[in-house]
Every structure is written in C-alpha cells, then in structure tokens.
C-alpha cells in the first residue's frame, strides 16, 4: 500500500533535498508489510536512482522501510501496486504508530 499522506508522519517527514529525483507530490508511505513478486524484487535491488537519495536524506524520522519501496515503485511502476492493506490498522490516533489491540477489542 503506498499512500499519498499530507500529514506530518507522510509529507511531513519528506527532506527537500530529495528533488528531482523525488518531488513532493511523489512521495509516498505505507505499511511495513507488503510483499512483491520477483520482477518487482529484482527492479528494486537494481535501483540506483532512488535508494542513493532515500540512504543520504531519509532521516532521521524517515523510514526507508515506510517511504523508499512504496515511493520507487509508485514513481517507476504504480499499476504494479495493488494500493491496499491485507491488514486492519487503526491510525485514528495522531500518532507514529497505531493503537494497539487489547482483550476489550475482541468481540
């Protein structure tokens, strides 16, 4: 899932000094988890055009994990991406991270 976030743990954490290889309105988050097939896996280890940017400006609240693979294959190959979750997370918290699931939460 890459998403287009305007908020602050999204667009917040872009670093200007990503240009031109990045812009803004190409900047991406989203989950940890994902997964890719083999042509997709073989287009991200040969990348040489974003992981350079991501490995020098992607800190210290970026994650490359969060930003880097959602925003290189949402720039170089976005009808690749199927652009949903297979999991339920609440992100209704302002929050870096989602609310945690308890004993109360199951029905």
Same mark, same amino acid.
């Given at each position: #899932? *890459?998403?287009?976030?305007?908020?602050p743990?999204?667009?917040?954490?872009?670093?200007w000094n #990503?240009?031109?290889e990045?812009?803004?309105?190409q900047? &991406?988050?989203?989950? &940890?988890? %994902?997964?890719?097939? &083999?042509?997709?896996?073989?287009?991200?280890?040969k990348?040489t055009?974003?992981?350079?940017? %991501?490995k020098? %400006?992607?800190?210290?609240?970026?994650?490359?994990?969060?930003?880097y693979?959602? /925003? #290189?294959?949402?720039?170089? /190959?976005?009808?690749?991406?199927?652009?949903?979750?297979? /999991?339920?997370v609440?992100?209704?918290r302002?929050?870096?991270?989602p *609310? &945690?699931f308890?004993?109360?939460?199951?029905t």
């Amino acid at each position: #899932m *890459a998403i287009d976030d305007p908020g602050p743990y999204g667009r917040g954490r872009y670093n200007w000094n #990503m240009t031109p290889e990045v812009e803004l309105d190409q900047w &991406r988050k989203g989950s &940890r988890w %994902f997964e890719v097939n &083999r042509e997709l896996a073989i287009e991200i280890v040969k990348d040489t055009v974003y992981y350079p940017k %991501f490995k020098e %400006f992607c800190r210290p609240s970026c994650y490359s994990d969060e930003h880097y693979i959602q /925003t #290189m294959l949402s720039i170089e /190959t976005s009808q690749s991406l199927a652009n949903r979750s297979v /999991t339920w997370v609440d992100w209704s918290r302002i929050a870096a991270h989602p *609310a &945690r699931f308890g004993r109360g939460d199951i029905t």
